[in-house]
T-cell receptor, first 116, second 109 residues
């Protein structure tokens, strides 16, 4: 299995509080992704990174920010959490030269986040 | 929206081959087809991918039709641990994987 660690694995917090999720990889892959999974929607891309300090928005980026100061770490931040952000969040990594690459993505085990 | 269409559910007897179909009639010439599976509450697990030739690895085989409008994932000897939701996927414009609803495969003893 790809060396991907997500933390925390579970979190319950209140509306309006900031939340940061961490994805750590040991594969030295250039590309990292954050997805969320909700019933009836499958997995949807939030943000992705194509290198240190290089990030871009995905399909559902509103309310989220990301940072990547090191190759191995990709952080997802909810500045002021809302109940609609209750979801399961998955990090993925891939090697390859860009979105056009055919290299598969490998996923972490997810973070289950509940916003009350 | 997902670029692929799969049956919502399938059953398979333990020890038999599981053949999971997928339609991707709008796929372009340079787009790969990826297969993943997700076992309850775990992260999606990569299985196999291909462009136009049949592919095989230690987990499964992928058969892609000559016109590339459909494919079949084959698990040669299904076990109870293969019970999962299987996703047939084509990438989006940002390189993201576009997940549809997948096929829920139930392997029965």
């Amino acid at each position: 299995d790809a060396g991907i660690t997500q933390s925390p694995r579970h979190k319950v917090t209140e509306t309006g509080t900031p939340v940061t999720l961490r994805c750590h990889q040991t594969e030295n892959h250039r590309y990292m992704y954050w997805y969320r999974q909700d019933p009836g929607h499958g997995l949807r891309l939030i943000h992705y990174s194509y290198g240190v300090k290089d990030t871009d928005k995905g399909e559902v980026s509103d309310g989220y920010s990301v940072s990547r100061s090191k190759t191995e770490d990709f952080l997802l931040t909810l500045e002021s959490a809302t109940s609609s952000q209750t979801s399961v969040y998955f990090c993925a990594i891939s090697e390859g030269r860009g979105p056009e690459s055919n290299q598969p993505q490998h996923f972490g085990d997810g973070t289950r986040l509940s916003i009350l | 929206d997902a670029k692929t269409t799969q049956p919502p559910s399938m059953d398979c007897a333990e020890g038999r081959a599981a053949n999971l179909p997928c339609n991707h009639s709008t796929i372009s010439g340079n787009e790969y087809v990826y297969w993943y599976r997700q076992i309850h509450s775990q992260g999606p697990q990569y299985i196999i991918h291909g462009l136009k030739n049949n592919e095989t690895n230690e987990m499964a085989s992928l058969i892609i039709t000559e016109d590339r409008k459909s494919s079949t994932l084959i698990l040669p000897h299904a076990t109870l641990r293969d019970t999962a939701v299987y996703y047939c996927i084509v990438r989006g414009s940002q390189g993201n994987l576009i997940f549809g609803k997948g096929t829920k495969l139930s392997v029965k003893p």
